[in-house]
């Protein structure tokens, strides 16, 4: 960077904020059709030695990347930085409020960034935090309040400003810090209704809602030459389906992405399954950075266990480990699944690890470049100057993970390729759970569980290859109509559907004239042909029909059994064996040849498993007559879950009383 730049990024001399200046690029303008989604930057120093310059970098570098960032009327969406904690410039703090400087650099020190909104009674949510925060085991050794320069700030920033309040101080349980903080950081936001950027013993996050050099500008303590770091782990936002805010701009505790997650939903289900406090108004990235901050803070997994876990490999990239790893990855893709796969390019920190990953379908770029001081991870690797290089570029591959260890001690940092850190997580984790051996997690394991090999159990029994008929009856009480019939038999004849349109384009069954089924009332228009290429393995993984029946593998032990059953398609057949029409035999017949099961056969699958007896239960769907609809709702709602809270796994919805006709 030019001397000018330099001075203004340590405080030489005043910045102040205009959109001109702050899109001013170091090199030259980015043309506004050259758009691209978010930037992530990420360096670690090679000697493990905290210094000034990773953060001297890293502006610069966000600031080359500010094409792939958005803006509202010429205002960044946001940008920010993950970092060690400034020990020296809070050394000062705490010795001006009576205490020992030296107690910064206890394993117990913590500090804490909280934005307080503007409308919120600051004084009295200031009261109670502190009260919060004392009875949950942390003791205030120093405060800071507004310590900004908010007229670096662009008009709409300045009216989204929070205050930013800084708290550092000591976990009276040392042994159990990272969990007290995480649950203290949880019951902040939760009771009082702030945002909580960061609340860690080794880390802290500034971001602001504008461009880099806002940001360089708007915090005084990234220009203080005290402030030193090992790591620096930036993001410029680009904001595509959430208006910008501060609380939203990444990084988060943990993580920075580019990308999105496109099971959100799915994400958000699994999460709270597991007890992930999910927050109600979070965003995709924020509810992956919960989930993540939850296994590792909450629940003792290191970083690199709980990104294997949450982005896992695909299956067929499981397959083709080497043999002591497959079971174990397997277990490990069983008891989450694939919930967090994007696109998305993740860098993500938590004390001494660092965690760089694409993801299985690698549509965000994330390369990885070194520096003779630095390994860096970034978008573009245009970010770090030819002359610096010291190898190649690399980019990450689909699905591929980079780990770096910080070793502070040592003075060493240590990169981990992906086939190194895929046993670092499996040694780490056998540890953890006092396993030693793949061995001992039991039968599941021994070929990599269901999701390996194409059998399906139980049909031996199949039945003669006959047509099957039914009668008109049989296929009015399902709903058929003659065009239903008509349709079937024209795909029969030719294979393929006798419409020519992509997608339905008939009426929406709430509009239609005439009579719907329940199923009609759920379409899906997809636009296939707009996808880009994807090679045949991730195809299968992220177009996957097959489905998953009874309960995941316990994460905490790998060697309980709970009988996972997997179909290859999610269509069960049966259900009428005693309707003389239909022949078991020939339906089980086709079930098998279609990789599922017939209803029957899977119930017997659930069957006498455990002490406790059955593992399904049937629910009766019928309305009584005397319920209302919402009523009846609410019933099998109660009865589903006192029926999962007994130990079922399967629960099979039944309306076979109404054929009673007493329903």
Same mark, same amino acid.
């Given at each position: ?17 205009? %959109? ?53 009327? /010429? ?13 020296? *410039? ?25 934005? *307080? ?30 310590? +900004? ?7 709409? =920033? !300045? ?12 976990? =009276? ?62 993001? @410029? !936002? ?11 701009? &990444? ?6 992405? @580019? ?9 958000? $289900? ?15 990235? &924020? ?55 994007? %696109? ?15 993801? #299985?379908?690698?549509?965000? %770029? ?16 245009? +970010? ?48 953890? @759970? ?13 070929? /990599? ?65 005439? !009579?719907? @089924? ?14 880009? #290429? ?26 309980? $059994? ?6 290859? *398609? ?24 279609? /990789? ?18 059955? !593992? ?16 009846? *709702? ?30």
């Amino acid at each position: 960077m030019s001397d000018t730049q330099s001075r203004e990024l340590h405080g030489e001399s005043p910045v102040r904020y205009s %959109p001109e200046r702050a899109y001013r690029p170091l090199v030259s303008p980015p043309s506004v059709e050259d758009k691209d989604a978010c930037a992530i930057y990420a360096s670690v120093r090679k000697d493990a030695t905290p210094s000034h310059a990773p953060i001297e970098l890293a502006i610069p570098a966000l600031h080359k990347m500010l094409h792939r960032a958005g803006n509202v009327d /010429g205002e960044g969406d946001g940008c920010g930085l993950l970092l060690d904690l400034p020990r020296k *410039i809070w050394a000062e703090e705490v010795r001006s409020g009576g205490h020992d400087p030296s107690l910064t650099l206890d394993d117990a020190f913590a500090v804490a960034h909280i934005f *307080i909104e503007r409308s919120q009674d600051r004084e009295r949510i200031q009261h109670d935090a502190r009260e919060l925060l004392g009875q949950g085991g942390f003791r205030i050794l120093a405060e800071r309040i507004g310590v +900004v320069d908010s007229p670096a700030l662009g008009p709409t =920033a !300045r009216e989204e400003e929070p205050h930013f309040w800084q708290l550092a101080g000591l976990v =009276a349980d040392a042994s159990r810090r990272d969990r007290v903080l995480f649950d203290l950081l949880i019951e902040l936001e939760q009771k009082l209704d702030v945002h909580v950027p960061s609340f860690s013993a080794t880390t802290c996050v500034y971001k602001v809602m504008g461009a880099p050099k806002v940001l360089g500008a708007y915090y005084p303590d990234l220009r203080d030459e005290r402030f030193e770091t090992i790591g620096s782990f930036g993001h @410029n !936002r680009y904001s595509t389906n959430t208006w910008p805010s501060f609380k939203r701009v &990444q990084p988060f505790s943990v993580l920075g992405h @580019n990308g999105e997650i496109n099971t959100i939903e799915q994400l958000r $289900q699994e999460a709270k399954m597991l007890g992930v406090p999910i927050h109600p108004d979070g965003s995709d990235s &924020q509810d992956l950075n919960r989930t993540i901050d939850t296994l590792v803070s909450r629940d003792g997994l290191s970083l690199a266990e709980a990104m294997e876990m949450i982005v896992p490999p695909i299956v067929e990239e499981i397959r083709s480990l080497p043999e002591d790893l497959r079971p174990f990855y397997m277990y490990l893709r069983q008891a989450m699944g694939p919930f967090a796969q994007g %696109p998305v390019a993740l860098i993500a920190r938590h004390a001494a690890e660092c965690v760089f990953s694409s993801d #299985a379908l690698g549509l965000r %770029p994330l390369w990885q470049v070194e520096t003779g001081e630095d390994f860096v991870f970034s978008s573009e690797p245009g +970010v770090v100057p030819v002359a610096a290089m010291v190898s190649e570029p690399k980019p990450l591959a689909p699905g591929e993970k980079a780990l770096v260890l910080i070793d502070r001690s040592a003075k060493r940092s240590t990169l981990h390729a992906h086939d190194e850190m895929l046993r670092i997580v499996r040694k780490s984790w056998l540890r953890r @759970n006092g396993t030693e051996e793949v061995a001992d997690y039991g039968r599941a394991l021994e070929s /990599g569980g269901p999701l390996e090999g194409e059998e399906v159990p139980g049909y031996s029994d199949a039945g003669p290859e006959e047509p099957v008929k039914v009668a008109d009856r049989v296929l009015a009480g399902f709903g058929w109509q003659r065009d239903d019939v008509k349709l079937v038999q024209q795909m029969a004849s030719n294979g393929s559907e006798p419409v020519g349109s992509l997608g339905y384009d008939g009426p929406l069954a709430a509009l239609s004239p005439e !009579r719907q @089924n329940l199923a009609d009332y759920f379409k899906e228009t997809v636009a296939v042909v707009t996808n880009p #290429a994807i090679d045949r393995e991730r195809e299968i993984e992220h177009f996957s029909t097959r489905a998953v029946f009874g309960a995941r593998p316990p994460l905490d032990d790998p060697a309980e $059994q709970t009988g996972i059953t997997v179909t290859n *398609i999610p269509i069960l057949l049966g259900g009428h064996h005693d309707l003389a029409p239909i022949g078991d035999g020939v339906y089980r017949k086709i079930a098998a040849d279609h /990789g599922t099961y017939l209803l029957e056969d899977l119930w017997e699958e659930f069957q006498d498993r455990d002490e406790s007896g059955t !593992r399904a239960r049937a629910i009766d769907v019928a309305l009584l007559e005397s319920e209302t609809t919402q009523g009846a *709702i609410e019933r099998l709602k109660q009865e589903a879950v006192r029926a999962v809270s007994d130990g079922a796994q399967l629960l099979v919805l039944t309306d076979r009383t109404v054929y009673d006709g007493e329903r």
